[in-house]
């Protein structure tokens, strides 16, 4: 895609801004600027004040009409187009992704010049959940995120697969397709190594390290005190959500989704059950599960739409929240708006009604968006397949693109050696800021994750080298080293 700089309206100057960029070249020739170009598979390092890419948005538009995109089933994908939208991702998180510290200010690109872009505005969101913008606005946010991918990758074809956890149902959610290493990674406990996610973090402090994408699973086999059971996933039964389809009005069918979508948040834990769910890429085959359920619903009911209840202005998309970009590209202009604003913003309040994203039924039964001059029409592809089963896979040729380093063996620690404890704020002896568990060199040492994984902090962990006896660290002061005989 074309990039180009801009000044960032927040700057820190002690901020060492880093920016994976597959395109060196096109950074070495910005003129006068401070920039170490490495391979694309490394760092970029602006040393100046920081400065953002922006990523030109691509029209998709067909002779000037609103562009299909029609949303395949995660299981149906091939593996061609699965890896399309995999690689789409990755590299829409390697732009703008911040790996220095803030200082307390931010360290977010603005929206929506980054994947870390559209975490922050979820987070910070005012009516992203539980009011009747919840459906228009997640809508909007899939739609955007998409259309930046089709605009990174330079291809119109690629769109958000949706994941139909529903028809999965409790019999089948823990061995779904969904969590091979070759689709979104592992549904276990701690950061998220394998799958489309593999590495992803965000806007890391070298002192207490804003942690990795997590997954906090509460399903499966759980055992305490001697006891042993299993917790199910307990997901909605398809009969409910086929009444809520025909017989709920808007706010009773929104009320019942957003039900429904928390427990299976809470299912997969970590970042998902979180306000910042979009750290974990699987977020958007989850909502856009979510966005056909409203079009069903709309289909359904055709009377009734483009009603959201008491639907509104979705503040968190107007120039007067969000960082104002003063080079913007015409199309990013005609896509997001300019809010009416003296400046180009990147989300403009004349876009963020949210009867627009409850968009305009077409014959075609697409949705076009926005609802006043549509840009794009989104429909979804009858789901053709459930997938092979996680356990019945078989063994992957090729590894996915991950971040981590292979696993290494640990070797005894010397007599006398103490692991190391964490002495610095926020920790408090039982946990890290923001309620994760804190570190565990035992944990290390079953899991053998010593060598060059144990060079640098993952998540809330330290570096194993450093503070584990058994992998070459920990307090050393009092081990008594002989001679050799």
Same mark, same amino acid.
């Given at each position: 895609?074309? %990039? ?13 801004? &880093?920016?994976? %960029? =597959?395109? $060196? ?10 920039? $170490? ?67 307390? $200010? ?88 394998? =799958?489309?996610?593999? =590495? ?63 427990? %299976?948040?809470?299912?997969? =834990? ?13 977020? &958007?085959?989850?909502?856009?599960? &979510? ?69 305009? %039924? ?124």
């Amino acid at each position: 895609p074309t %990039l180009r700089f801009f000044e960032n309206p927040n700057p820190t100057t002690s901020l060492a801004m &880093l920016l994976r %960029l =597959g395109v $060196g070249a096109a950074v070495a020739a910005h003129a006068g600027k401070h920039i $170490g170009v490495m391979k694309s598979s490394e760092m970029s390092l602006i040393t100046e004040s920081p400065r953002w890419v922006t990523i030109d948005v691509l029209d998709c538009r067909q002779n000037g009409q609103a562009q299909p995109r029609q949303r395949k089933e995660v299981h149906d994908l091939t593996d061609a187009e699965w890896g399309k939208f995999r690689d789409a991702v990755r590299a829409f998180k390697d732009i703008n992704t911040c790996k220095g510290w803030s200082g307390g $200010g931010s360290c977010t690109p603005p929206y929506p010049h980054g994947y870390d872009s559209f975490v922050k505005i979820h987070r910070d969101s005012e009516t992203a959940s539980w009011t009747d913008d919840f459906l228009p606005w997640h809508r909007r946010q899939l739609a955007d995120f998409e259309t930046m991918l089709q605009s990174v990758a330079q291809d119109c074809s690629i769109t958000i697969p949706y994941w139909d956890w529903v028809a999965e149902g409790d019999a089948g959610f823990l061995t779904s397709e969904v969590w091979s290493p070759e689709r979104f990674g592992a549904l276990k406990s701690g950061c998220v190594d394998d =799958g489309i996610g593999a =590495g992803f973090g965000m806007q890391a402090d070298p002192r207490t390290q804003v942690w990795c994408t997590r997954r906090d699973p509460k399903v499966g086999m759980q055992s305490m005190s001697g006891l042993t059971w299993e917790v199910k996933a307990d997901l909605v039964p398809q009969g409910e959500v086929d009444d809520a389809v025909k017989g709920f009005a808007y706010t009773q069918f929104r009320n019942f989704v957003e039900q429904a979508a928390t427990q %299976l948040r809470f299912d997969v =834990g970590g970042h998902m059950d979180s306000t910042v769910d979009p750290r974990d890429p699987l977020f &958007l085959a989850h909502y856009s599960f &979510l966005d056909k359920l409203y079009l069903d619903w709309q289909k359904t009911n055709p009377a009734v739409a483009s009603s959201c209840g008491s639907c509104g202005v979705m503040k968190d998309y107007c120039d007067t929240v969000e960082v104002e970009i003063v080079h913007a590209s015409a199309e990013t202009v005609r896509q997001f708006g300019d809010g009416g604003s003296t400046e180009v913003t990147a989300s403009g309040c004349d876009r963020a009604g949210a009867q627009l994203y409850a968009g305009t %039924l077409t014959a075609q039964g697409c949705v076009g968006l926005p609802a006043d001059a549509p840009t794009i029409c989104v429909s979804y592809a009858p789901q053709a397949s459930h997938g092979i089963p996680v356990d019945q896979r078989p063994a992957p040729t090729t590894a996915a693109p991950t971040t981590g380093a292979p696993a290494t063996t640990t070797t005894a620690a010397p007599a006398g050696c103490k692991d190391k404890t964490l002495d610095f704020p926020p920790y408090d002896g039982f946990k890290w800021y923001g309620g994760f568990e804190s570190y565990d060199c035992a944990e290390y040492e079953k899991g053998s994750l010593c060598g060059v994984f144990g060079q640098s902090w993952h998540g809330d962990r330290p570096p194993a080298n450093e503070y584990c006896c058994s992998c070459g660290g920990g307090d050393r002061s009092h081990v008594v080293t002989t001679a050799a005989p």
